[in-house]
């Protein structure tokens, strides 16, 4: 089982990152899949989640308007699209599959908004 984030990096306030997470090992397209993010000195937060089909997606109260969470069942792959990013936007993004007690964590992928 694998699950690889890429996509992150470094970025102006205001900016935009399309962040990728390509799954391999498992039935992609059984999996609820979420994103979380964890920055310095704090705990891992929710910040959007997609189920299976993608029919039904949440977000954070700090990113809605802002984020944008999708798949594509055919390419094994969940994405995060992020504008408008903010400085407090700053952490390590990581991508999860969720199936009833089933939980996959991918690596991770730093994004830093900074000017």
């Known amino acids: 089982v694998q699950l690889v984030e890429s996509g992150g990096g470094l970025v102006q306030p205001g900016g935009s990152l399309r962040l990728s997470c390509v799954a391999s090992g498992f039935t992609f397209s059984i999996y609820a899949m979420s994103w979380f993010r964890q920055a310095p000195g704090k705990e891992r937060e929710l910040v959007a989640g997609?189920?299976?089909?993608?029919?039904?997606?949440n977000y954070a109260d700090s990113v809605k308007g802002r984020f944008t969470i999708s798949r594509d069942n055919a390419k094994n792959t969940v994405y995060l699209q992020m504008n408008s990013l903010k400085p407090e936007d700053t952490a390590v993004y990581y991508c999860?599959?969720?199936?009833?007690?089933?939980?996959?964590w991918g690596q991770g992928t730093q994004v830093t908004v900074s000017s």
């Open positions: 997609i189920t299976n089909g993608g029919g039904s997606t």
């Open positions: 999860r599959a969720h199936l009833f007690s089933i939980r996959y």
